[in-house]
């Protein structure tokens, strides 16, 4: 029964969401994430567990602008509705600078849903899988 949970536990995504420099992260972890073109994150279940309004994750009753989130994990990019979707990873660390993501320290170039960037393009839906 204990190996089932330490496996169980093992595949779970560990997502750490900053408010601010000297704050404390809020974590949450779920099997996998999807972040939608209408700002909003979803679980498995594709219940709304957070949304992104004004460039902020609005998660546990505070604003948050950045995430992170702990490997390994895997990432499958849509860019527009329709098409087929581009899969990245594993990565041992995925990254927010700026609402752009970034894993192991290297920009995939794209901007997160519900975020604006100059710097990197446009997508319709992210998801982050272990």
Do not use: K
Request: net charge neutral; charged share 15%.
């Amino acid at each position: 029964m204990a190996a089932t949970a330490t496996a169980s536990a093992s595949s779970l995504l560990r997502l750490n969401f900053h408010a601010g420099q000297g704050d404390p992260p809020t974590l949450m972890l779920a099997r996998f994430v999807r972040f939608c073109a209408d700002g909003s994150l979803r679980g498995p279940d594709n219940y709304v567990i957070a949304h992104c309004s004004e460039g902020c994750w609005q998660v546990g009753g505070r604003s948050h602008r950045e995430l992170d989130c702990e490997g390994p994990v895997r990432v499958r990019i849509i860019s527009s509705p329709g098409e087929p979707a581009i899969h990245h990873g594993p990565f041992r660390q995925l990254r927010t600078i700026g609402g752009v993501l970034h894993g192991d320290d290297c920009s995939l170039q794209v901007c997160m849903p519900g975020r604006v960037s100059q710097f990197a393009a446009q997508c319709h839906e992210i998801s982050f899988i272990p």
